[in-house]
């Protein structure tokens, strides 16, 4: 059985727990359920089907069914915190404590570094931009970016790039790309991509006043759709950006960064064909 810091669903580790135990001896659900002081046999199987949850105090005491203690324990209730979690800002911070404790204890993860990646324009453009500019200060890839960024920042930035496998340093003050790409968790990613398409939207909001028409390109439509055109929509998106992608592929003389955003959101909720009749 994997280690519990390499685990994001608290319900995962409980059936893999189980199963580890029912594989190597007798056991049941009746018996994991007594264990951790439940009444109900079937109680701990509810839980991990996801059709029940876990309070505080049944934390602990699953917990202690299991036999953690110390750092596991401690992992594992945050687990839980994490599954109960709402908001972004509040699953992040539990991510990156239970990725301060899996670091503490010889287990490598990444989504501190996907959260640091995403969580400004800076870090894509920068990883852009440098390759194309061998041989330039810190200074002077600032110089080049339309949204303010100190030379400081730049600095910092090109380190992390290349600590985090995102930059190759060829040289002095030389950097190519890697084939890295960002890498995270399932639970991780999507916060911290909602956090840079934020941010994204924020740079194309600026855009619309600071370049004029032969820089940018803007356009936008209000549609009625169902599901069926709606996934068919977003499969049509799709296929576009990889085509795009292709072009900007095809060659290595590139001189400029852009970013390019599609956005299909809804404007109106669901209308039901009987509400009005």
Request: neutral net charge.
């Amino acid at each position: 059985m994997k280690p519990i810091t390499e685990y994001k669903d608290y319900r995962k580790f409980m059936k893999d727990f189980y199963d580890e135990r029912k594989r190597t001896g007798a056991f049941s659900w009746r018996e994991f359920s007594k264990l951790a002081g439940f009444a109900s046999p079937t109680y701990l199987k509810l839980v991990c089907e996801g059709k029940s949850g876990l309070s505080k105090a049944k934390m602990l005491q699953v917990s202690k069914a299991m036999g953690l203690s110390g750092h596991e324990e401690e992992y594992f209730s945050l687990l839980v915190v994490f599954a109960k979690a709402t908001k972004d800002a509040d699953k992040k911070a539990t991510l990156l404590k239970m990725e301060k404790i899996a670091l503490e204890h010889k287990v490598r993860v990444v989504d501190s570094e996907a959260f640091q990646y995403y969580e400004s324009w800076k870090y894509p453009v920068i990883r852009e931009l440098a390759p194309m500019m061998p041989g330039a200060r810190p200074r002077d890839i600032a110089e080049e970016c339309k949204e303010y960024v100190s030379a400081e920042e730049v600095c910092d930035i090109l380190a992390f790039l290349v600590k985090a496998g995102f930059l190759k340093k060829d040289g002095e003050k030389v950097y190519s790309q890697t084939e890295k790409g960002v890498i995270g968790s399932p639970e991780a990613l999507p916060i911290a991509i909602r956090a840079m398409h934020k941010e994204m939207g924020n740079v194309a909001v600026r855009a619309v006043e600071r370049y004029n028409a032969s820089e940018r390109y803007f356009t936008g439509m209000t549609i009625g759709v169902n599901e069926d055109n709606y996934a068919r929509i977003v499969a049509e998106i799709d296929a576009c950006a990889k085509r795009i992608a292709a072009i900007a592929n095809e060659t290595d003389n590139v001189n400029q960064v852009y970013g390019l955003n599609f956005q299909l959101f809804p404007f109106t909720n669901k209308i039901d064909g009987d509400c009005h009749a």
